[in-house]
């Protein structure tokens, strides 16, 4: 899980961040990422991708993520901002702010994924990385928790949609949801379009 932290701090580089993101796929709430500077060759047993391990082992290794970095931080992108701006480029704006809130600037990023040309830092791409780079795991686990959170708490404001269950993402369940009470001011409507139509009463025929 080091060695492309290795390879990059081998040709000059000190100050290595890992970047990941959360929540592109659902049909409601922000996107989040997280960026990471780790203590280079620090272990953290578990360390994996976000989406490999338990809530409960991730809860965990939040906590010690933000023990033990050097720095870290979160930054999110709403669903109106995601409608504006596409996906993409909303994930870039997340990770664009999620480095900038680092307290301190990192030599170089490593960005989960294969594109990065609206990083405004400088940055390399790993395909697969949140299982290959203990920095862009645990930015995925920071990043994937802390929406979570998020849309726990925003479960408490629309209970009726279930977002502590599904946190946005398009479940069956979700799906019932949106069918009987329409979307909330927090559905991303660009998501929406994809796949539902709307009638009068504004009632949502799944089509997909």
Known sequence: ???????????????????????????????????????????????????????????????????????????????????????????????????????????????????????DYPNKCIIGGDGKSASIAAASIIAKTERDKYMTEIAVIYPQYRFDKHKGYGTKLHYEMLQKYGPSEIHRVSFLKKGFSWGKKNEINYTR
């Open 1 to 119: 899980m080091w060695e492309f932290e290795k390879e990059l701090s081998e040709t000059g580089h000190i100050i290595i961040c890992g970047v990941d993101e959360a929540g592109r796929g659902p049909l409601a709430g922000p996107l989040y990422a997280g960026a990471v500077i780790l203590p280079f060759g620090i272990e953290i047993r578990g360390l994996n991708d976000s989406k490999k391990i338990s809530e409960t082992k991730r809860n965990e290794l939040y906590e010690i993520i933000k023990d033990k970095a050097i720095s870290y931080a979160t930054a999110s992108v709403s669903h109106a901002e995601i409608d504006e701006l596409n996906i993409l480029n909303a994930t870039y704006l997340a990770m664009n702010r999620a480095i900038k809130a680092l307290s301190r600037e990192p030599d170089i990023s490593l960005i989960d994924g294969n594109r990065s040309s609206g990083i």
